[in-house]
């Protein structure tokens, strides 16, 4: 009787990411159908010794992969919480940070920052709704490479004020070359929360937008 524990350790291989009781079971699971092997091969065929250091070395490889899977997960997780964390003390503090959300809140538009790498022959800010359909568009005319400002007055495209929300911007126009130009935006707020999601650390804008942790580019007292 010849029992496959090459099967079995491919098996055990697919599931490596299992926890640390699954593992255990794994061990003894191995071991039963290893003596299993050994009692019931053919006295006159035995297991070959060098097969059977083989499967013993290839098990003995898995489990420290395994563990050391674990060991890593586990590092992981405590260097994300530590992290957020320290995120915590943000709050309360004011940050600039890489993205293109605005909101309007009784009819007041958050301010806009945008930074040109090159001159702007023309230049345009377009205002979506959060089905994506175009709001405003506002002409910029000229602009000159750098960091700039842009205020939105809440208005559609028609003069009504837009409803209260979430809106997104993008600034684009071309260089004097006419090839497109488009503009890196950042947003700024009050920080109010921390939370982790999927992994990454968030912070909580008291206008309830959420700027990833790694996309601050500044940071300042409300006060200062």
């Known amino acids: 009787m010849y029992v496959d524990t090459t099967s079995y350790l491919n098996s055990i291989k697919q599931n490596s990411t299992s926890d640390a009781a699954s593992t255990s079971m794994g061990k003894d699971d191995f071991l039963t159908i290893l003596v299993a092997q050994l009692e019931n091969q053919d006295p ?7 097969e059977m250091i083989g499967q013993l070395t290839q098990f003995s490889m898995l489990e ?27 709050i309360g503090r004011t940050v600039m940070a890489s993205g293109y959300e605005v909101t309007v809140e009784d009819g007041a538009a958050s301010a806009t920052s945008y930074t040109l ?9 377009y205002i979506y709704d959060e089905d994506g359909n175009t709001v405003r568009t506002v002409d910029l005319g000229a602009r000159d ?8 007055d809440g208005l559609d495209d028609d003069g009504a004020a837009v409803e209260d929300g979430t809106y997104s911007i993008a600034i684009v ?10 503009a890196d935006t950042s947003i700024s707020g009050v920080v109010n929360g921390v939370s982790v999601e999927s992994g990454s650390i968030m912070l909580t804008l008291k206008d309830g937008r959420k700027v990833n942790l790694t996309s601050v580019q500044s940071i300042t007292n409300p006060d200062a």
């Open 44 to 50: 006159f065929n035995s297991m070959d010794a060098t």
């Open 64 to 90: 420290q992969m395994t563990n050391m899977n674990d060991t890593l997960t586990s590092a992981l997780s405590a260097l994300t919480l530590q992290t957020a964390t320290n995120a915590a003390s943000y």
């Open 117 to 125: 790498g090159s001159d702007a022959k023309t230049l345009k800010a």
């Open 145 to 152: 490479a750098g960091e700039h400002t842009f205020s939105w």
């Open 173 to 182: 126009g071309t260089d004097s070359a006419g090839a497109e130009l488009k």
